[in-house]
């Protein structure tokens, strides 16, 4: 191109532009490069029209020009540089500073650089070219045109950084072009005396490009705001964002190696609306900028750009809240996800129900004063709708009594509604056995409800006894006897079984149904057999060790040797009901239970574990291992008030366990019995919260929509059913595992009359072959000898003695189960003849204890009054008999017959399990005896004044030693019997709830008498 034809175009290109142009074009002329210029002092000065040859010689060649502007007004000028062959060129400007203002590099060989539209004032400015390599043949040209007066509303560059921001106002528009590549474009807002209001700033697409936004700080040293969609020729936008408040640099970019010198940019700042307490104001991203929000008041805002954070901080006044509920409205298109925060930003909650379009709560309870924050979180964005965020007290006060029963009443309702004709319920895992069980416990709790549920009740009972197991299906001491002798349902074994007999003793506590006794003390073997203890029989995998981090607890099967606290929490609870009920638990069941819940606990995080050792905290698994320390008799346990503390700072949210594995009406329903035991304003709180969750979103037909994991695994008949059960709390009942029920005692007024035999014993004394076995070396049978003599010889001179022995007369090869003798008939104490025939035992045969069982019966029969019979066995029975069924016969007979069973070094659980269960139908004592000062201390327990406590109906409760610990009963009418010489009877007493009754035995006139005190 010559350089007339180059100048007709500059004419045409500058038309209309003014003097300026006009000025270049008679000015410009051709001038050559003068070296060295190769550094700032050794510039050559150029013009604007000029133009200028040079060489990018030698390497690294950089040559310096001057420019000199001396027009006052602000004008905009294009400087070119012409490609040379073999050279990849670059351009800088830079100020009378030597600042640096934009640089140009295409980055290609050959290749041309321009300044386009590069805005300057009166001054002096510098324009660098330079080059890696050489060419010394071929020549640069470098020229500079002015291209007319800056105007109003366009870009002004360089505008690349901080420091020469663009000055703006609200409600303006601004043209620009990113270019060269990598532009970035600052803008200062200039608010002046505008008020605070909410702005939105838009930024129009660009052909090619993908373009962003970003606010910062006046010192540009903090980015407040980031937006940038990921699109190419998509517009960008910031919205609310906050003006009159803060000073802003706004920042458009493209920041890839591309430009559009072609296609012009435009945003917008506009002002829309001023700004009140209920709106959102950008930037809210940290606890700097965080905006200030009202306690109780509503206030809007949107999560835009795309994982925006808003931040909101509240104070709460002296004294604190008792509960805090943080609501987030949902959000189309977005997950929006919330934290809360201390004074210092520590976080202390965060909450997400993890699906688009949901809407998020967080509640703490007992919360102290002081300054909170709350987050805003979201995936995805929507500028175009708000969200709602309420920070604040509940909206509603506590459910009324009346919402309460009404609520109840429609979840029974729907129990009812549900059953089929055949008992269980309608629906999946309508026959579980649990599942219905849940359903039972709800019904039979229902006194608050004027209804009467006895038919559904009934159906319901019926088809948990259809899926009882009883032991007399099985070959006694066999793996299937220990299984499943005693289960009751067929799905989740030992989960469903706990929840099926706490069903049952619940209806046995509230509807009187003794008939139930048998099989609720089947199921409750089943369950301390089970139990991961040294105590667990060969058959089912035991014994476990201490050592063992599962020694204690239970699991889905009755063989496993590991355990969880789910499975395990039901056990405690069903066994904790059963001894609640009257049936007596050993304590060595709870104080191993507690050891294995003690081992869930995560002493970091302060709250359980689904199992030891391992990881897996959740809300409704501290709640169970909380409760289950308090059933277990540890109602301070120091792991309980960390407990409570975690659920307090998690409590309930709707259709939510967080943190937890997805079962919140579980979380529930124990985190209400949690509190209802500890009482105070713990339960104060947590019930006014509860109740109202629940009246609140109850459905209209009654029961509660499933959500997380309860959607797999359960039916709404499980909602329906927990939920009815924390309601009934809420109206008052209490489950059996929960009733602070009576006690009753039996003193001796005088610590040396508590040894006074009963009036009338009859010894059975194992004289098997098994007897010859050693302990450190001494026979058995020689211990047992000694320590029998001993007994007798300490033994009240009026009470009345007999005694049988078997398998002494035949050896164990001729098999005779009928080996049983009455040595000594029952008749007034003959101490020299009792101990005669003691010391002439020579073990030899087999083990017939149901024979001897029955034998005794008659040895006893036409004596009047309460009766002893001690059996003395190192071994079950050998001889195919049922001594177990033989037991219970008599004592259902009426006989007055109580049987105290030693198990004289028992090794083996199902031996024991035998001997205790011999006790256990009459009411009697199983005491271990493992050599002879156990064995000694054992028979001197047995041998003590005994009582026998009956209930309205006559039936006997339970019996027990004079002198010994309270005994706890469920509240009502019993007549006892102490077995005194002769009988003393208290007709009537009643035990009251949380109270103990006593009956001191006192010494008057030579006769014993009993006062009720």
């Not at 291209?147 to 303006?172: A, K, Y």
């Not at 909206?395 to 029974?412: F, H, M, Y």
């Not at 905290?617 to 308090?630: E, F």
């Amino acid at each position: 191109m010559n350089y007339t034809v180059r100048n007709i175009r500059r004419i045409i290109s500058c038309f209309g532009s003014g003097l300026i142009c006009m000025f270049w074009l008679f000015s410009a002329k051709a001038v050559q490069e003068s070296e060295p210029n190769n550094a700032i002092g050794e510039a050559n000065e150029i013009q604007l029209g000029d133009s200028v040859q040079g060489l990018f010689s030698p390497a690294h060649d950089g040559d310096w020009y001057k420019l000199t502007s001396t027009v006052a007004e602000k004008h905009l000028i294009n400087v070119h540089l012409t490609a040379v062959p073999g050279i990849d060129s670059r351009m800088e400007i830079r100020d009378a500073d030597n600042q640096i203002l934009c640089k140009y590099d295409v980055h290609k060989s050959a290749e041309p650089e321009t300044a386009l539209r590069f805005g300057i004032e009166s001054g002096v400015y510098y324009i660098i070219v330079s080059a890696r390599d050489f060419n010394e043949n071929d020549r640069y040209t470098l020229s500079i045109e002015s291209i007319g007066h800056w105007q109003e509303g366009t870009e002004f560059e360089s505008n690349d950084s901080c420091q020469r921001p663009n000055l703006i106002q609200p409600d303006t528009t601004v043209k620009g072009y990113f270019y060269p590549d990598y532009d970035s474009d600052q803008y200062f807002i200039e608010t002046g005396g505008l008020g605070e209001s909410i702005g939105r700033f838009t930024l129009s697409g660009v052909p090619k490009l993908n373009t962003w936004i970003e606010v910062y700080s006046p010192d540009c040293k903090e980015k407040l705001i980031h937006c940038d969609s990921g699109r190419v020729g998509e517009p960008e936008q910031v919205i609310n964002l906050g003006l009159g408040r803060y000073e802003y640099i706004l920042s458009v970019a493209c920041p890839a190696r591309e430009n559009n010198p072609d296609a012009m940019y435009e945003f917008t700042l506009e002002t829309l609306k001023p700004w009140d307490d209920s709106m959102e104001f950008e930037p809210n991203h940290n606890v700097v900028y965080a905006n200030r929000i009202v306690l109780g008041k509503t206030v809007s805002g949107n999560i835009h750009p795309d994982r925006d954070a808003d931040w909101f901080v509240f104070s709460i006044p002296k004294p604190g809240l008792d509960i805090l509920v943080i609501t987030v409205s949902a959000l189309p298109k977005v997950n929006i996800w919330i934290e809360l925060m201390d004074a210092q930003g520590a976080v202390l909650k965060r909450g997400d129900i993890r699906r688009d379009g949901e809407s998020e709560e967080m509640i703490r309870m007992k919360v102290g004063p002081g300054d909170y924050f709350v987050a805003v979180h979201g995936y995805g964005e929507n500028p175009d709708e708000s969200y709602t965020l309420r920070v604040g007290e509940p909206i509603r006060g506590p459910a009324s009594q009346e919402e309460v029963r009404k609520a109840l009443r429609n979840a029974l309702n729907y129990l009812v509604t549900a059953q089929t004709e055949d008992g269980f319920l309608s629906g999946e895992y309508g026959q579980n056995a649990g599942m219905v069980s849940l359903a039972l416990m709800a019904l039979v709790g229902a006194e608050c409800v004027e209804e009467n549920y006895d038919p559904a009740v009934s159906k319901l009972k019926n088809f948990i006894l259809s899926q009882y197991h009883s032991p007399a299906q099985y070959q006694p001491e066999t793996v299937d006897w220990m299984f499943y002798g005693g289960m009751i349902g067929n799905q989740d074994l030992m989960y469903s079984h706990a929840i099926s007999t706490l069903a049952l003793t619940e209806i046995l506590v509230e509807t009187g149904d003794y008939s139930l006794e048998p099989i609720i003390d089947n199921a409750l073997q089943l369950i301390l057999r089970t139990q991961n203890t040294s105590h667990k029989p060969e058959l089912l995998n035991g014994p476990i060790p201490e050592s063992s981090s599962t020694f204690g607890g239970w699991r889905y099967q009755p063989d496993t040797k590991d355990g969880d606290l789910s499975v395990s929490g039901w056990q405690i609870l069903a066994v904790k009901a059963c001894e609640n009920a009257g049936f007596p638990v050993p304590e060595w069941s709870k104080q191993c239970a507690a050891r294995f819940v003690r081992n869930c606990y995560n002493d970091k995080k302060g709250a359980f574990n689904y199992q030891p050792g391992k990881d897996g905290i959740g809300c409704g698994r501290t709640a169970i291992g909380a409760l289950s320390l308090q059933i277990c008799g540890f109602p301070d346990d120091p792991l309980i008030q960390p407990s409570i503390d975690f659920m307090f700072d998690n409590p309930p949210v709707w259709e939510v366990e967080q943190p937890g594995p997805g079962w919140p009406f579980y979380y529930w329903y124990y985190g209400t019995r949690v509190m209802m035991n500890r009482g105070g304003e713990e339960l104060r709180i947590w019930k006014s919260w509860m109740c109202r969750l629940l009246v609140d979103n109850q459905s209209l037909d009654g029961s509660w929509d499933l959500s997380q994991e309860e959607h797999r695994r359960t039916s709404r008949c499980y909602t329906a059913s927990l939920g009815a059960l924390m309601l009934e709390l809420c109206c008052g009942h209490i489950p059996i595992y929960m009733r602070e029920t009576g006690s009753l005692q039996v003193i001796m007024e005088g610590e040396e009359q508590v040894t006074d035999a009963p009036r009338t014993i009859e010894l059975i004394l194992d004289a098997s072959g098994s007897m010859w076995g050693q302990i450190n070396g001494i026979p058995k049978i020689a211990i047992a000898k000694e320590v029998l003599t001993s007994i007798i010889g300490d033994l009240p001179d009026d009470v009345h003695v007999g005694l049988r022995i078997y398998g002494h007369q035949h050896h164990r090869d001729k098999r005779n189960c009928t080996d049983s003798q009455l040595v000594v008939p029952v008749g007034l104490v003959n101490k020299p003849l009792l101990m005669d025939k003691i010391n002439g035992i020579n073990p030899r045969g087999m083990t017939p204890i149901a024979y001897s069982l029955e034998q005794a019966a008659h040895d006893l029969s036409g004596i009047e009054g309460g009766k002893v019979i001690i059996l003395v066995s190192d071994g079950k029975e050998s001889c195919e008999g049922d001594p177990v069924s033989v037991a219970k016969k008599l004592a259902d007979e009426g006989l007055d017959m109580t049987f105290h069973v030693v198990g004289f070094d028992i090794a083996d659980e199902t031996t024991r399990e035998q001997l205790k269960m011999i006790a256990r139908v009459s009411n009697g004592r199983y005491l271990d005896a493992s050599d002879a000062d156990e064995l000694k201390s054992a028979l001197k327990e047995v041998v003590r004044m005994t009582y026998t406590v009956y209930d309205e109906k006559g039936k006997s409760v339970y019996s027990d030693i004079v002198g010994t610990n309270p005994h706890r009963l469920k509240t009502g009418r019993y007549r006892v019997v102490i077995q005194a010489n002769p009988p003393i009877e208290v007709p009537e007493l009643t035990v009251e709830e949380n109270l103990e009754t006593e009956i001191v035995l006192i010494q008057s006139n030579g006769k014993l008498e009993a006062i009720l005190k």
